[in-house]
């Protein structure tokens, strides 16, 4: 019963706020809604009982990704401009019945399939225990070869974004100085 | 056992999802695309735990998916806030219907 509170709880606090990131005039109170509705999403997690997952949610999502969003929000001069330019409103209300259709149409498959019980097993695998064995190994349950490409792809990440903001900034302020 | 069942978590990140959809279809500005990106993929990582839970808890795939998820995410922001921020330092905007200079 308690649990079940919880989930309405949460549920409504992370669709009120993702309606305020998708219709917010001013950048930076989206990326606030965008915390917000992180912070329900990693409740979600707690009460799905993957305490560990909830724990990365907060501190990279939270912790990383919107800490970077926010820094490029205030880097980005627009922060200071209140009104952005929006969709014209025909097309902002042709684009809500669309996915307002497509939303009924994954709630009423989703609904009207019948899902199996359960597998009658121990639910331990969420544990950062079991968690940390499957990353690691290299048997066929195992994700070791993912985890290593993941990790490529974090280095690839990382050195092109330095690249890419620094090459940019040279040349751009080279030519703007010239033009 | 009066908890929520599977359905009302699908339910809920389909209806995430589809915030997220208009959000990434209505918005002009990259930085809030970038955002409503953002919910769509939180929607599809709670989906990998919810069914984790309810039907496979003994297979650690749903549990390591999110984690995979998040980790892809935090690679395409940070590539796509350096990406705005040369864009921005470029033409001073970073509204997707001006941003025209690739079209032929």
């Known amino acids: 019963m308690p649990f079940k509170f919880f989930f309405y709880l949460i549920a409504l606090f992370v669709l009120y706020s ?13 990326a606030m809604g965008l915390l917000a509705v992180l912070i329900g999403i990693a409740g979600m ?12 949610q907060v501190v990279v999502y939270i ?9 490029a929000i205030l880097l980005i001069a627009d922060v200071t401009q209140k009104v952005f330019e929006q969709s014209p409103r025909w097309r902002q209300g042709l684009i809500g019945a669309a996915s307002l259709l497509w939303f009924s149409l994954l709630a009423g498959s989703m609904l009207s399939y019948r899902f199996g019980a359960a597998a009658a097993a121990v639910d331990k695998s969420g544990s950062i225990r079991e968690i940390g064995r499957a990353l690691l ?7 070791a070869l993912p985890f290593e490409v993941i990790s490529l792809l974090l280095i690839a990440a990382l050195v092109g974004a330095v690249t890419v903001a620094r090459a940019d900034a040279d040349n751009g302020e080279g030519k703007e100085g010239k033009a | 056992m ?15 999802f589809c915030i997220g959809l208009y959000g990434m279809l209505t918005r002009r500005n990259l ?10 993929l939180n929607a599809a990582a709670l989906n990998f735990v919810a069914f984790h839970h309810f039907l496979f808890p003994g297979d650690s795939g749903g549990a390591v998916f999110p984690i995979f998820i998040i980790a892809v995410a935090a690679a395409e922001a940070a590539v796509a806030l350096a990406i705005f921020i040369a864009l921005f330092r470029h033409q001073q905007h970073l509204d997707v219907q001006q941003s025209d200079s690739l079209k032929g």
């Open chain 1, 45 to 56: 997690y707690l009460l799905l009982n993957a305490q560990f997952l909830s724990a990365v």
């Open chain 2, 2 to 16: 009066n908890g929520p069942t599977l359905e009302h978590y699908l339910v809920f990140s389909a209806l995430l």
């Open chain 2, 31 to 40: 930085i809030a695309m970038l955002m409503s990106v953002e919910l769509v």
């Open chain 1, 18 to 30: 993702a309606y305020f990131v998708v219709t917010a005039r001013n950048l930076f109170r989206s």
């Open chain 1, 63 to 71: 912790g990383g990704i919107v800490v970077l969003m926010v820094f």
């Open chain 1, 137 to 143: 190994s290299p048997a066929a349950g195992g994700y």
